[in-house]
Structure formats: structure tokens, C-alpha cells
């Protein structure tokens, strides 16, 4: 199965259902990026990046589980 054909189809997914799969797919490329860190290494300060991209990264908060869940009930209640 290529990747277009795999967006089509996940595309004809109802909305919750295509809500799941963001947060599972997230959850994988997370744990995965987790894996190439090692726990020795030390992270380096992200000055040399362009001030919007700092800021950018800076805002971005990682839900806690519950409120994803409550997230994923509003989008659902709201869009159903």
C-alpha cells in the first residue's frame, strides 16, 4: 500500500476515528524520537535557530492524557 493510498483511505474515516489514529501515529513518532536521545546526552540550548521558530517551539505543550481525551470528547460532541 503506498502512502496516497493510505491517506485516501484514512481520509474516509469518520472524525473520531481519524482523531485516534493522529494521537496513536503522534504517540509512535514520540516514543521513537524519545528512543534516539540518549540519557547521558545533554541538550543543547536551540539559540542558533531563527527567533519565530524558538518561539514556535517554545509554545508547543504535550497534552497530558486527560486533556487529550477531553480534547478528542469536545471534537467529537462538536463535529458529530
Known amino acids: ?3 496516497q493510498e493510505l ?3 484514512a481520509l474516509q474515516l469518520p472524525i473520531s476515528d ?3 489514529l493522529v494521537q496513536s501515529v503522534l504517540a509512535s513518532i514520540q ?3 524519545l528512543s534516539f536521545i540518549s ?3 545533554t541538550i543543547q540550548p ?3 535557530l531563527d527567533p519565530w ?3 514556535l ?3 508547543i505543550q504535550l497534552p497530558t492524557e486527560q486533556a487529550t481525551e477531553s480534547d478528542v470528547d469536545y471534537l467529537e460532541e462538536k463535529y458529530s
Open 1 to 3: 500500500m503506498t502512502l
Open 7 to 9: 491517506q485516501k483511505q
Open 18 to 20: 481519524r482523531w485516534g
Open 31 to 33: 516514543q521513537e524520537t
Open 39 to 41: 540519557p547521558n546526552s
Open 46 to 48: 536551540l539559540t542558533n
Open 53 to 55: 521558530t524558538q518561539s
Open 57 to 59: 517551539i517554545s509554545s
